[in-house]
C-alpha cells in the first residue's frame, strides 16, 4: 500500500483539496466552494465527501493523515479563530471535527506556514533549517522556520512579519494600526503605491488608462517590465519597503534564505532585484552575504495543497 495525504487549503471564496505522495506529486484534486456552506458541519461533511471519493478512485493508497492550511488556524489547538474572510464565526474546533468524519491524525496551520512547510519539504527550502517565507498576496504573510521548527510562538499565531511597523504614522492597515510592512509591500500595497504616484506625479503612463478600481499588481508588473517609469517607480518603493522588513527579519532569526511567494513574486526579477540591491544596502553588517533572496520554487497553483500536506509529512520525517 502506497501512504498518502490530503492537503487541503481553506479559503474565503474555494477550497482546494488533493491526495499528495511523499515526493510531493498530487494524484487527485478537487475543489469546493467554500461559500455554498454558511454552516460549517456541512462543510466539513462536504470535505470528507471529496476526501472518500479521492481516496475510492485510489484503492492502492492508504490515507496517512489530513494536513489543512486556512486563515487564522491555531497549529496548537486545531481550531481556526477569528478569521475575517470566513464566513464562520467565532472559534471553531475544525480539526476535531474533520477527525470525526474521518479518523486519521488531522495538523493545521495557517497559509503562510503552510507555504513555507510546502517550501521545505517540496522546494527550495529543502535541507535548510533557517529560513522565511513571505506570501506576497492581497497581504503580506509569513511563515518563518528556526532550527529546523515551524515557529509558532506562545499563542501559535507567530509570524506576523507583514503586522510589523515599516513607516511609523504610516498607511492605514486592516488592523486598525498604521504603517505596517504589508500595506506597502503586497499586491494591494503596490496598487495603493501606484494610486498614490498617479495622483502626484505627471508624466506619461499606461497606467493612467486604467479605471482605479481595476488596477492589478499584475498590469503594473507588466508596465514595468515594458519599462513604464512610474511603473518601474512603483516597484521600487515597493522593493524598498520591502527591504526593510527584511532586513528586520534577518537581525532576528538569521535566515540562510528568503524565499518571496505568491501573487507579487510574479513579477520576478521586477522584484527580486530592487529587493536585493535594498537589502544589501540596509543590512546589519554581521549578516552581509550570509543569506539568499530567491523566488519560491514551488509552482504557485499547487503551492497551497503541497504546503497543507506537508505539515504531515514533516512529521512523518522527524
Ligand atoms: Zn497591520
Redesign the pocket.
Known amino acids: 500500500m502506497n501512504e498518502i495525504v490530503a492537503g487541503i487549503d481553506v479559503g474565503g471564496t474555494n477550497t482546494l483539496l488533493g491526495l499528495v505522495d511523499e515526493q510531493g506529486k498530487i494524484h487527485a484534486d478537487e475543489t469546493i466552494i467554500t461559500t455554498d456552506y454558511p454552516e460549517v458541519t456541512d462543510f466539513i461533511k462536504a470535505l470528507a465527501v471529496s476526501i472518500n471519493k479521492m481516496l475510492d478512485a485510489h484503492e492502492n493508497m492508504t490515507l496517512i493523515g489530513i494536513g489543512i492550511g486556512a486563515p487564522n488556524a491555531n497549529f496548537y489547538k486545531g481550531t481556526i479563530e477569528l478569521a475575517a474572510n470566513l464566513t464562520w464565526k467565532g472559534l471553531i474546533p475544525f480539526a476535531d471535527m474533520v477527525r470525526k468524519e474521518i479518523d486519521v491524525p488531522v495538523l493545521m496551520t495557517n497559509d503562510a506556514n503552510a507555504a513555507a512547510m510546502g517550501e521545505m519539504i517540496f522546494g527550495g527550502a529543502r535541507g535548510m533549517k533557517n529560513f522565511i517565507v513571505l506570501t506576497l498576496g492581497t497581504g503580506l504573510g509569513s511563515g518563518i522556520v528556526i532550527n529546523g521548527q515551524m515557529l509558532y510562538g506562545h499563542t501559535g499565531f507567530a509570524g ?1 512579519l ?2 510589523s ?1 515599516i513607516v511609523p504614522e504610516g498607511r492605514d ?11 506597502y509591500a503586497s499586491a494591494t500595497g503596490l496598487v495603493r503605491t501606484v494610486l498614490y504616484l498617479l495622483s502626484e506625479k505627471r508624466g506619461n503612463s499606461i497606467l493612467r488608462d486604467i479605471v482605479p478600481g481595476e488596477l492589478t499588481s499584475k498590469m503594473v508588473a507588466e508596465a514595468a517590465a515594458n519599462n513604464d517609469l512610474l511603473a518601474l517607480e512603483a516597484m521600487d518603493y515597493t522593493a524598498d519597503k520591502l527591504a526593510s522588513g527584511i532586513v528586520n527579519a534577518l537581525a532576528f532569526s538569521s535566515p540562510e534564505a528568503v524565499f518571496l511567494f505568491g501573487g507579487l513574486a510574479n513579477a520576478g526579477d521586477m522584484l527580486l532585484e530592487p529587493v536585493r540591491k535594498y537589502v544589501d544596502m540596509k543590512v546589519l553588517p554581521v549578516f552581509k552575504n550570509t543569506f539568499r533572496i530567491e523566488l519560491s520554487s514551488i509552482p504557485e497553483n499547487n503551492a497551497a495543497i503541497l504546503g497543507a500536506s506537508a505539515l504531515v509529512w514533516n512529521e512523518r520525517s522527524l
Open positions: 506576523e507583514g503586522h511597523v492597515c486592516g488592523c486598525g494600526r498604521k504603517g505596517c510592512l504589508e500595506t
